[in-house]
């Protein structure tokens, strides 16, 4: 997840049940604590759809 995350900015998953849906949860915050990066998660009945944050600029 954490690939692809990086290639494309956003992974989407099937929701299934509602265990299913906190693990992808806890794994999508791990994710964002491994990559020192904000992480969206949005739930609904059918998916699962996670964002990473665009990194900032250094300056």
Not at 2 to 9: D, I, M, R, T, V
Request: one cysteine or more; aromatic letters at 6%.
């Amino acid at each position: 997840m954490s690939q692809e995350l990086l290639a494309k900015g956003t992974f989407r998953i099937s929701s299934g049940t509602e265990d299913h849906k906190r693990r992808f949860m806890a794994v999508a915050s791990r994710v964002g604590e491994l990559l020192q990066r904000k992480v969206t998660c949005y739930v609904d009945s059918r998916e699962i759809v996670i964002t990473l944050e665009a990194e900032r600029p250094a300056r």
